[in-house]
C-alpha cells in the first residue's frame, strides 16, 4: 500500500476538530471543575489544572493473560499486564479529577507482541482476505473505548508491513503521531506530526496542550524490508527542533512530547545510524520549549526524571511507565493565568500500578470473543515431542531446543540457495528469547512453539568470511562476564554484561568453538572450527540469520552489509510450526548437537 504523506490542510482541520471535541467535553464538566477549583461563580479562574495520563510499549495485551502458558499472567514481581486493567485507572482518574482535565497518550508499540498480534496480522488480518474486509484490530476497539487523544509510532509497529500500520491507523479515533517518519520521496510527514488539545477553562482561554509524536530511528535497521524506499527516520532531536517552535507559534501553552526512545542516550545499533535510539533525555536537554515527555522503547519503569534544559535552564519532566500495561504515568500540571496567556506554575509525574484494581468490564465483554478465538488459536496441536525440551539452561549451554531454532533456519535457507551459493558451508545463529520457553513430551501445541520463539522475524541467509564470522562470535561473547580460572561461575550473574540482553545474544550451530569466559572481552572465542578443521579467515560461509539481526540490530560487526543469499517474507516461528507439522513428531536426535561449550582457561565450565 503506498504510503501517503499528510496533507497540511487535512492534518490542520483534523487537529481543530479533535481540539474541539475535548473543548467540548471539557465544557460539559464545567460546573464540577470550578466548583472543584475553588472559583466564584462568573469570576474568571486564574489558576487550573489537568493530567495527561500515559502507556507505553502495550504490544497488543488486552488482557491479564498469558498466551504462550495458556494461563492468567503472573510473574515474580506480581504484576499484571493488559489495558482492560489499565482502564479501570484511567477511568479512576477521570472520575477523580474531572474528564475535562484529563488527556491520555500512548508512547508505541501498540500492535505486535503477542498471540493476539500475530492472529490479526496473520490469521486473521485486519486488512481482509479473498476481497472480504478484515476485523477490527482488539489494540483499536480497546484504545477507542478507553479514550486516546494520541500515540506515537513505536518500531513495532511496522513489523507486519505499511498497509497492516495504515489499516490499524484508519480504525483507531485518534492521530498515530511520528514527525520523524517522513516519506521516503518527498520528505513529508507520513504520518501527523503532533496534535493539538484544548482544555477548556470556563470564563478564561482554553489551555492549549500540543502533543508531538516521535518514533525511533532503528526502524529504518530493523524494518528495512517493509520500509526501504518508503519511509525515512530522521532523528529525534532533529524533527523535535523543528516541531516545537511550531507548536509554541501556535500558541500552545504546554508542549508535551510522547517518544519512542529511551532516556540514557544509547545505541544498539553502534554507528549504523548517524542518529541515537535513546534519545528522550537528549531532546530534553538540547530542544528548548518542552514541558515533559512520556518516554517509551526500553521496557523500564522510570516514575519521574528530570533534565534540565542547556538552552533554558527550564526543567523538562520525564516518566516511563514500564511495559505491557504494567504501569501507568500520570503527569499532573498546574497552571497560573498571566496576562491572557496560561503558565506552567508545577508538574510532577509518577507511575501507577494496575494490579490492585479489576479489568474493565466494558472491555472484556468489547473483546472477550475475541480473546477466545486467539485461545482456540493457540492451542492448536501440531504435532508431538519425544522428551521434554527446555530453554532453562539456554544461555549459557548449547541445548537440544535452541537446535531446534538452528535447524529450521538451516533447512530453509539451504532450500532457497542458488547452485553456487549451495556449494558454500552453511551455519546459523539465532538468541535465546525465553528462558522460561517449554517444548512438553507429548503434545506439541502453537503456543509451545509461540512460546520459544517470540518475535515476529522473518528468515535470511547472509555472506561472512571466516575473519568476520569470528569478529561476530566475539561480539556475542561479551554477553558474559569475566570469570577467571578457579573462580566458581555463577549462573545468576554470569549473562547480561554490559546490558547486553538474553534477544540480543547469539550463538551459532554448524561450527565447533568455545567460549573462554576466563579472557577479557575481544579473546574469547577459542578452537573454531568447520568439520574438524580450523576456519581460514577468508573462508566464506552462508550464515542463517533472522531479519532484525541481519539488517544491524544490536550491532552485531559486518552483518548488516553482508551479501544477502537468500531471504523470505516467512515468519520464522511459522517455519518452526510447518517443521513439526510436516514431521509429526519432534525429536532431538534429529537436530540436537553440542558444538560450543564455556570454558575457562581451556576447561570446560558445566
Not at 501553552?253 to 545505541?267: A, E, I, K, M, Q
Not at 553440542?594 to 565450565?605: H, I
Request: net charge negative.
Amino acid at each position: 500500500m503506498p504510503v501517503s504523506p499528510m496533507n497540511r490542510r487535512e492534518f490542520v482541520k483534523k487537529s481543530a476538530v479533535t481540539g474541539a471535541a475535548v473543548a467540548a467535553a471539557g465544557a460539559v464538566g464545567a460546573g464540577t471543575a470550578q466548583a472543584a477549583d475553588g472559583q466564584m461563580p462568573g469570576k474568571a479562574p486564574k489558576t487550573w489544572s489537568f493530567s495527561i495520563l500515559g502507556t507505553t510499549d502495550l504490544h497488543s495485551h488486552v488482557f491479564d493473560w498469558d498466551y504462550y502458558k495458556d494461563a492468567a499472567y503472573s510473574d515474580k514481581a506480581g504484576n499484571s499486564v493488559g489495558v482492560a486493567r489499565v482502564a479501570t485507572l484511567i477511568k479512576q482518574q477521570r472520575a477523580a479529577k474531572g474528564e475535562e482535565h484529563v488527556l491520555l497518550v500512548d508512547a508505541g508499540d501498540i500492535i505486535q507482541g503477542t498471540s493476539l498480534a500475530y492472529y490479526f496480522a496473520r490469521v486473521a488480518p485486519i486488512t481482509g482476505t479473498d476481497g472480504k474486509p478484515g476485523p477490527k484490530h482488539p489494540m483499536a476497539v480497546a484504545m477507542n473505548h478507553m479514550r486516546y487523544d494520541a500515540a506515537a509510532l513505536g518500531n513495532h509497529e511496522f513489523n507486519y508491513g505499511i498497509e497492516v500500520l495504515r489499516k490499524f491507523e484508519s480504525q483507531c479515533r485518534f492521530p498515530l503521531l511520528g514527525a520523524n517518519a517522513l516519506d521516503a520521496k518527498t520528505l513529508r510527514p507520513a504520518f501527523h506530526p503532533y496534535t493539538v488539545k484544548r482544555i477548556c477553562v470556563p470564563g478564561a482561554p482554553d489551555i492549549k496542550v500540543g502533543i508531538l509524536g516521535l518514533t525511533n530511528p532503528g526502524i529504518a535497521l530493523w524494518d528495512k524490508d517493509n520500509v526501504s524506499g518508503k519511509m525515512v527516520f530522521p532523528g529525534l532531536v532533529e524533527q523535535a527542533k523543528k516541531y516545537v517552535p511550531r507548536l509554541r507559534a501556535l500558541g500552545c501553552d504546554v508542549v508535551f512530547l510522547t517518544d519512542h526512545s529511551g532516556l540514557d542516550g544509547s545505541s544498539s545499533y553502534g554507528d549504523a545510524l548517524p542518529y541515537v535510539e535513546n534519545a528522550s533525555n537528549l531532546v530534553a536537554e538540547q530542544v528548548p520549549g518542552i514541558d515533559a515527555i512520556l518516554v517509551g522503547h526500553t521496557h523500564v519503569e522510570v516514575p519521574s526524571y528530570t533534565v534540565k534544559n542547556a538552552e533554558t535552564g527550564e526543567d523538562v519532566l520525564l516518566s516511563e511507565p514500564y511495559c505491557w500495561g504494567y504501569r501507568l504515568s500520570v503527569f499532573d500540571f498546574e497552571l497560573e493565568l498571566h496576562h491572557g496567556r496560561w503558565k506552567v506554575t508545577k508538574k510532577t509525574a509518577q507511575t501507577l500500578n494496575p494490579n490492585t484494581v479489576d479489568e474493565d468490564p466494558e472491555i472484556k465483554k468489547l473483546l472477550e470473543a475475541d480473546h477466545e478465538l486467539v485461545v482456540k488459536y493457540v492451542n492448536t496441536a501440531v504435532g508431538t515431542c519425544t522428551e521434554d525440551l527446555s530453554a532453562a539452561e539456554s544461555c549459557w549451554k548449547d541445548v537440544p531446543i535452541m537446535d531446534f531454532i538452528h535447524q529450521v533456519q538451516m533447512d530453509t535457507v539451504k532450500s532457497g540457495l542458488s547452485a553456487s551459493d549451495a556449494a558454500l558451508p552453511l551455519i546459523s545463529v539465532a538468541a535465546p528469547f525465553s528462558r522460561t520457553a517449554d517444548i512438553p513430551a507429548g503434545s506439541v501445541t502453537i503456543k509451545d512453539i509461540a512460546g520459544l520463539y517470540i518475535y515476529d522475524n522473518t528468515l535470511y541467509g547472509k555472506k561472512l568470511t571466516g575473519a568476520q564470522l569470528k569478529d561476530y562470535l566475539e561480539y556475542a561473547a561479551k554477553y558474559y562476564h569475566q570469570v577467571p580460572a578457579g573462580t566458581k561461575v555463577d549462573t545468576s550473574t554470569l549473562t547480561n554484561a554490559n546490558s547486553f540482553w538474553d534477544y540480543m545474544y547469539d550463538t551459532a550451530a554448524g561450527v565447533d568453538y568455545e567460549i573462554d569466559i576466563a579472557q577479557p572481552e575481544g579473546s574469547r572465542i577459542k578452537n573454531l572450527t568447520y568439520k574438524g578443521a580450523a576456519i581460514a579467515a577468508d573462508q566464506v560461509f552462508v550464515v542463517a540469520v533472522n531479519n532484525y539481526r541481519a539488517n544491524g540490530g544490536s550491532g552485531y560487526p559486518h552483518i548488516a552489509s553482508a551479501d544477502i543469499a537468500y531471504s523470505s517474507t516467512n515468519e520464522i516461528r511459522q517455519l518452526m510450526i510447518d517443521y513439526v507439522t510436516s514431521k509429526g513428531t519432534l525429536d532431538p536426535k534429529d537436530f540436537a548437537v553440542t558444538n560450543w561449550k564455556l570454558t575457562q582457561d581451556g576447561t570446560p565450565v558445566f
